[in-house]
């Protein structure tokens, strides 16, 4: 069975701050992994995601993320926060037959 | 332009009452999905579909129906035998690589449905 763990339901960071939102995920086959982001009352936007073509993954927004096998993370990061980045953020890992398994989500706020 | 839509955005239910939600895509994807997300919970899948005219239950199917006839369309049911309807409903889609597991879904902007 796939699960997704993600630490941490809130994250508040400073403007111009290092974001940091942490994903640690289960699975028995080679994953691919998601990091979506949703802004309020919307639907979910895809930011990056691994397909195993290469562990750091670079999205949209300044985003990133690196697939680290032995820790079995996924953490997203943004070396520097800005206010239009608040919003929550879901984690999520693919099955083979392309069912999504969502992390809890982590809200960020960021503080002028 | 390309897109999935969903309406209403708002929809009121009274008991008792069977409420259907609307999901249209022009992508020409093939799978459909709806989730329901409630505060703290993450996405919970309720049904999917990955061909027209065949659909299979997700993790919370009790409660809710569908349908897929057309490749475009793929409508969610709440039906009164679901207690707890309060929630934001998103309808997604994905482009046909079968079996890889590789698809992006693609999200619709989503209804929030509320009990009278």
């Known amino acids: 069975a796939q699960s997704v763990t993600q630490l941490g339901s809130h994250v508040s960071v400073s403007e111009g701050a290092l974001v940091l939102l942490r994903c640690n995920y289960s699975?028995?086959?080679?994953?691919?992994l998601f990091w979506y982001v949703q802004y309020p009352n919307q639907g979910l936007q895809l930011l990056l995601k691994?397909?195993?073509?290469?562990?750091l993954v670079k999205g949209i927004n300044g985003f990133e993320a690196e697939f680290k096998k032995s820790e079995t993370s996924f953490h997203l990061t943004k070396p520097s926060a800005h206010m239009s980045d608040a919003a929550e953020y879901f984690c999520?890992?693919?099955?083979?037959?392309?069912?999504?398994?969502f992390g809890q989500g982590t809200t960020l706020q960021v503080k002028p | 332009d390309g897109g999935i839509t969903q309406s209403p955005k708002y929809l009121f239910r009274k008991e008792g009452q069977n409420v259907t939600l609307s999901c249209e895509q022009n992508?020409?994807?093939?799978?459909m999905y709806w989730y329901r997300q409630d505060p703290g919970q993450g996405l919970r899948l309720i049904y999917y579909?990955?061909?027209?005219?065949?659909?299979q239950k997700g993790d919370i199917a009790e409660g809710y129906s569908v349908s897929r006839e057309k490749k475009e369309s793929f409508p969610l049911t709440v039906t009164s035998a679901q207690k707890n309807p309060t929630a934001f409903y998103l309808c997604?889609?994905?482009?046909?690589?079968?079996?890889?597991?590789?698809?992006?879904?693609?999200f619709g902007p989503g209804t929030r449905l509320l009990v009278l």
């Open positions: 699975s028995s086959v080679p994953p691919y």
């Open positions: 691994y397909t195993s073509a290469a562990t």
């Open positions: 997604a889609s994905s482009p046909p690589v079968a079996g890889s597991g590789q698809e992006t879904q693609y």
């Open positions: 999520a890992v693919s099955s083979n037959t392309g069912k999504l398994i």
């Open positions: 579909s990955q061909i027209v005219n065949d659909f």
């Open positions: 992508l020409n994807h093939d799978a």
